[in-house]
């Protein structure tokens, strides 16, 4: 049993994509998923149109929902491995959900634009992954058309992030005249062929570096020559300062037309760390081979119309979880049964029997479960809570139909436990006007949107001048509250929490206020 268990851990990857928006994130998601052969081929193969319509059904709706509604995971079996791809919210606007996900992987591939290398959001959610220590492999996408240097966007990650870049392969011709690229590890050249629209998998051209000599002539001799160049000035590959987070291999791909993602899987199987032991609240770690644990990093409802249930999506972190356990959860100390339990990608929803460390698995009907809960069998444990983030954007929410006061209310509840928005409220604005608190703007659309179809509530919603966020100590509310340009407001979990207008507002309260009466929010 033991071994087994180390086993099962040990052939699992468990990543997601960061990037920046139109970078080609659905795009390498449906690559990959097309690797993993879980969409039908035939439906894949009508060219560009038909073939987005596939998996990407339900990004659509995410996009125009503006949230992600699966957020779930694609697992599927890569040769002796099984990979689990976590979904991040598509959409341009940060939402806490992201966040949340990261809190949930083992490993993260940073996806950027050849011809924007690195953009804000980018920047943001690498910052999330450092501090979270996570492993990074770096995929500079859409190669197959003119895009910076190479060498640029090497120099870019050293310099804007600071994280030492790794290639891992190397383009072979200039912007129009692509070849392949150099799979550093085996010498060989990576023949780039493109195939109509990408629809199916390209059949990747291996050829040894005498063939690609033969072949590519100067071409490819320039390329050997820069890789050498850049080898002996420190950049050959390193595995443990990739697994410190500290170098990022780099990799260089089309996910339009499926070039380079076979090897962007492959290195995660080979390089990327499988799941380990997890921290608890205490500092111990959780070995993958003791009984089952996990943590919700996802509660969703009104996932599909038809299902009208709450699901809590949880990364198993140890253990082998069998559908219908009984598991004890351990904010409540109270059993949870698990009868139904599925794996969820997009639309489709298959029931899981078993699940193993770094697998993800969505329990329906799972009302008492909350983001940042654990549950375990037999040994208890509780994982740290997943980092909320500081609120950047305020909006007071009222009903616009006094007559719906209660669907109103419990409208807000649910929104405020699965974590769409944090519900902040006082007694000056009264229970009838909560302040809604987002790490992005998006999020206001989204409650008003769901408020409407999930709770026939139709709200009104009033943007505050407020932008920043700060815990406030009891001592001082009355010192705060009031202010100008500031207000002090309670979370449903009790913590008092208080706004400003600007940098400068705060800056001159908090210089009337006893040292560290004002904290940050952020608990990363
Ligand atoms: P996102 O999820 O990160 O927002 O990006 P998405 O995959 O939607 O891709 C954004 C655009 O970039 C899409 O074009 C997509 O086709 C294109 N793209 C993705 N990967 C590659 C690549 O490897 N090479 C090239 N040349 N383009 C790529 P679009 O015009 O916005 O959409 P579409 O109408 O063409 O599908």
Redesign the pocket.
Known sequence: MTDDLTAEARRRRTFAVI????????????AIALHASVIDEAGAVHG?AGR?GVV?DW?EMERSRGISITSAALRFEYGDHVVNLLDTP?H?DFSEDTYRVLAAVDSAVM?L??AKGLEPQTLKLFEVCRTRGLPIVTFV?????PGLEPLQLLDELVERLGIHPMPLTWPVGVAGDFRGVLDVRTGELVEFARTPG?ATLAGVQRLDPDTAKHRHGEVWATAVEEYELLRESGHGYDQAAFLAGAATPVMF?????N?GVNDLLRVLVDLAPAPGARIDVDGQPRAVDTPFSGFVFKVQSGMDAAHRDRMAFVRVCSGRFTRGMVVTHAQSGKPFATKYAQAVFGRSRETVDHAYPGDVVGLVNAAVLRVGDSLYDEQPVTFPPIPKFAPEHFAVIRSHDPSRAKQFRRGIEQLDQEGVVQVLVSERRGAQAPVLAAVGPLQFEVVEERMRQEFSARVILERLDYSLARRVAPEVHADVDGRRGAEVLQRSDGVLVAVFTDRWRLGSIAGDLPEGSLSSLLTL
């Open positions: 990037s920046h928006p139109d970078a080609g994130k659905s795009t390498l998601t449906e560009k987005r990407s990004m598509g341009a996806l634009d050849a996408n859409k190669w197959d058309r990408g791909g089309a996910a339009v037309v070039f």
